[in-house]
């Protein structure tokens, strides 16, 4: 998904005051659990295919998780909240750290092949007791994406339950293609135009509970949508898009996208940056124009895409 809200207004930027990241994190090598890898990647590819998605994928131990959830936490009470900062690995370490984890494009490769573009990352944020759900839609509606070589990942950070509102997703929607969507208005609907495909059979949806470090990989056409959190805690995820180098943009040609394994042989994209340290001012400026970049393609999508 790509179109909710970002927590400020439109080009504002976080203000830049000095602050002491944590300390580096240490880095554990994750196995993919029970099964070899060749088979694990067969089982993906062929689930992803079939279904749209893949859930859970182990990716992260626990620990980890914790380590990054804590690293988020600490930059939030030095910078503001971070729920729905579009390209936030441009201006927050940690985020591009993960974005980028060879744990992470190792799954990404078996689902869209060798060459991948790093597209967009945010943190998605339930605040404990409240009332802010995702309404059935498909991400690449809004993208305005020459083709659909492409895969999300949600990346729990935190428990993500059915009482803490994790995704839920129609298996095998993907292969009805783009479906109508309709501007709702709803400001308890985190998407920032309140896009919603009406009359989902939600008796086929299935969720997707997550424990802290497990994933799951969608495809853009797939349908999702998810629930209020109704637990004591807040639920954190990271949402990172990555797509083909093919992949043309039609509608905004400034975006911006980032090689991060394989090559390139289109150059459709200016290159992000990847942030290295957290919140520099040059990052931040930088930032304000490419979140004024995203939310010109999110606002162009036609209200109703059929
Ligand atoms: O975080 C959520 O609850 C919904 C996420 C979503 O719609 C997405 O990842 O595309």
């Not at 859970?56 to 620990?63: A, G, K």
């Not at 370490?93 to 869209?112: H, N, Q």
């Not at 989902?200 to 949508?225: I, K, M």
């Not at 970049?293 to 109703?304: G, I, Y």
């Amino acid at each position: 998904m790509r179109a909710l809200a970002s927590p400020r207004p439109a080009g504002k930027t976080i203000a830049h005051r000095p602050w002491s990241p944590l300390p580096a994190p240490v880095e554990h090598l994750g196995r993919r659990q029970t099964l070899s890898g060749s088979k694990q990647k067969e089982i993906d590819r062929v689930d992803f295919d079939r279904d749209g998605y893949v859930s859970p994928v182990p990716l992260l131990f626990e620990r980890e998780a914790a380590a990054h959830l804590a690293r988020m936490e600490h930059a939030e009470r030095a910078f503001g909240k971070l729920h729905y900062v579009s390209k936030i690995h441009t201006i927050f370490s940690d985020a591009a750290r993960l974005a980028t984890d060879r744990r992470v494009l190792d799954v990404v490769e078996e689902l869209i092949g060798p060459d991948i573009l790093l597209f967009d990352v945010t943190y998605i944020i339930k605040e404990p007791r409240s009332p802010h759900h995702v309404s059935w839609h498909q991400d690449l509606t809004y993208w305005g994406f020459s083709a659909d070589d492409q895969v999300s990942m949600w990346l729990a950070l935190s428990p993500a339950s059915e009482e803490s509102g994790c995704m839920r997703v129609v298996p095998g929607s993907h292969k009805r293609g783009r479906l109508p969507h309709e501007d709702v208005d709803d400001e308890t609907n985190v998407l920032h135009r309140g896009q919603t495909v009406r009359g989902v059979d939600e008796t086929r949806a299935v969720s997707c509970p997550l424990r802290p470090g497990e994933a799951s990989f969608h495809h853009g056409w797939t349908l999702h949508a998810s629930m209020p959190n109704s637990s004591g805690a807040r639920r954190v995820g990271l949402n990172v898009q990555y797509i083909a180098p093919s992949m043309r943009q039609l509608v905004n040609a400034q975006e911006t996208a980032l090689l991060v394994r394989g090559r390139d042989a289109f150059h459709h994209y200016a290159p992000d940056e990847l942030a290295f340290r957290d919140f520099e001012p040059r990052a931040l400026e930088r930032h304000a124009a490419l979140e004024r970049v995203r939310k010109a393609t999110w606002d162009s999508a036609p209200a109703s895409a059929s």
